[in-house]
């Protein structure tokens, strides 16, 4: 008995060392697919090279959505063959199926959020929503897309915070990087400032800020006039229409240009004034 238990044992021992080198060389196998996958990838959607059907934001999506789908399918292929093949080494191998299969049935309900993510992003790719390199707000988080895929969308935004968000939560998208872009610039003089003299000023900055950015300029800049009285400025606006992402750069140089004019022309932006009455004193 005890030499059949040994025999018995020995078989095991060798069993799972083989299942263990299988499972290694899956794992191998399986990084090295992915490298070579990416690198096939990489070469086929190379921006400089598509002239036709899509631009550069285009083929950076389609790039990031083919190495998303060669994970998935990657993770899911190597999962499975592993399964099985520890399941070789298993004796019963019926109430292993039957256990993977109730394991399967619980894990059916818990990926209800997971296929709502990946059919959402799915339709998120095939609609064109935002692009890798575009500008959008979505899920209360705005920033640059950095990569697109099946499940996640991840954004950078300024402060260089990495945003990732399920697909399954994006429910609306702004998207600030299609079409022109509307530059708006409001700014105070002080009560006793000639209006008109101060469109003036400002009508000669926008015409000169119209040549010198015309690249950047889609129309305008124009001077609406006073659009608000405040408790210490009169208000007068300026809108612009730019290129997608040039709105903050027109209205920042309209801003520096409108003070430094402003001086030039010694007319006064507001300032607060309090009058203050102590008791005792002659109004």
Do not use: C
């Not at 700014?187 to 926008?206: F, K, P, Q, S």
Request: cysteine-free.
């Amino acid at each position: 008995m005890a030499f059949i238990f040994q025999i018995s044992q020995k078989v095991v021992y060798q069993r799972v060392l083989e299942t263990g080198g299988i499972i290694i060389g899956i794992l191998v196998l399986a990084f090295i697919g992915l490298k070579i996958g990416d690198a096939i990838i990489d070469r086929i959607f190379k921006p400089r090279e598509q002239k036709f059907y899509f631009d550069e934001k285009r083929v950076l999506t389609l790039r990031t959505l083919a190495k998303s789908i060669l994970r998935y399918a990657t993770y899911f292929i190597v999962s499975f063959t592993i399964l099985v093949q520890i399941a070789g080494t298993i004796e019963g191998l019926k109430g292993f199926l039957a256990s993977a299969g109730i394991l399967g049935l619980a894990l059916g309900f818990g990926a209800q959020s997971l296929v709502k993510d990946v059919i959402t992003g799915f339709f998120i790719l095939l609609e064109n929503q935002y692009a890798v390199g575009e500008y959008i707000t979505t899920g209360g988080f705005s920033g640059f897309v950095e990569e697109v895929g099946l499940r996640v969308t991840k954004i950078r935004d300024w402060g260089g915070e990495y945003h990732i968000i399920p697909n399954g939560q994006i429910t609306t998208v702004t998207n600030l990087s299609r079409g022109n872009m509307r530059a708006l610039v409001d700014i105070g003089i002080a009560y006793g400032e000639d209006i008109d003299r101060a469109l003036r000023v400002m009508n000669g900055v926008v015409r000169t800020l119209a040549s010198e950015m015309s690249g950047v300029i889609v129309e305008g800049p124009e001077v609406l006039g006073v659009v608000a009285i405040g408790p210490d400025e009169v208000i007068l606006r300026t809108t612009a229409k730019t290129k997608p992402m040039e709105q903050w750069r027109v209205e920042r140089e309209l801003r520096k240009r409108y003070k430094e004019a402003f001086d030039r022309e010694e007319i006064g932006v507001p300032s607060p004034r309090r009058v203050i009455i102590k008791p005792g004193t002659d109004a």
